[in-house]
């Protein structure tokens, strides 16, 4: 999935095999609680899954190894238009300079 934002590019990979992928409520992993806050250097981004669920990034804790998706989203609505959720993905991932899958 390509994700542009004023002059940056992404491209975000799908994750086919997101049953791997524990839901969670936060993009805090629940195994070592290792972030503390909500997207802020949140490097273990690995891509992203649409299920029957709604839109979810998918996440590698890098302290300890536990993959889980939680939706992100910019104003609470799991179930909304992908069009939008990519552009506030996007914005996140512009606003924490999040370098992984930057396009050059």
């Known amino acids: 999935m390509i994700l542009t934002f004023k002059d940056k590019t992404w491209d975000l990979p799908e994750i086919v095999d997101y049953e791997e992928y524990a839901y969670n409520k936060s993009c805090r992993c629940d195994n070592c609680n290792f972030w503390k806050t ?4 949140k490097k273990g981004i690995v891509g992203y899954c649409s299920t029957d669920n709604g839109n979810f990034l998918c996440f590698v804790c890098p302290q300890c190894g536990t993959k889980f998706r939680y939706h992100y989203t910019r104003d609470g ?4 238009d992908f069009e939008q959720w990519k552009k506030d993905v996007a914005l996140a991932l512009y606003l924490e300079d999040y370098t992984n899958f930057e396009k050059k």
């Open 77 to 80: 609505e799991k179930f909304g």
């Open 38 to 41: 909500d997207i802020s250097n």
